[in-house]
């Protein structure tokens, strides 16, 4: 059984920043990928970042150049740096970790960011 525990959101002011972690416990040898998905207010759930097979990395645009995605193998766990936070980026946080027989979604994690 894939639990995912996430932890690191809350509250900051327009500019400042946070790092989210997510650490995965149970199965974590066929990790094919961790990532980041949010859902902001009234919308739909979408993508953010993630890092395959613990190197390769992807970013939605909103985010480039602003949030890092990292992954600690040893700690089964994936971090995403959030800098130069925007009104815009406040949403739930979700980590997700993708194994060849499926997805794994953790429990949420809220980002609020004031302006």
């Known amino acids: 059984q894939v639990q995912l525990v996430e932890s690191g959101g809350g509250l900051v002011q327009a500019g400042g920043s946070l790092r989210l972690s997510c650490a995965a416990s149970g199965s974590t040898i066929s990790i094919n990928a961790m990532g980041w998905y949010r859902q902001p207010p009234g919308k739909q759930r979408e993508f953010v970042a993630n890092?395959?097979?613990?190197?390769?990395?992807n970013y939605a645009d909103s985010v480039k150049g602003r949030f890092t995605i990292s992954r600690d193998n040893a700690k089964n766990t994936v971090y995403l740096q959030m800098n130069s936070l925007k009104p815009e980026d406040t949403a739930v946080y979700y980590c997700?970790?993708?194994?060849?027989?499926?997805?794994?979604w953790g429990q949420g994690t809220q980002v609020t960011v004031s302006r």
């Open positions: 890092i395959i097979r613990g190197s390769s990395t």
């Open positions: 997700k970790t993708s194994y060849s027989w499926g997805d794994y």
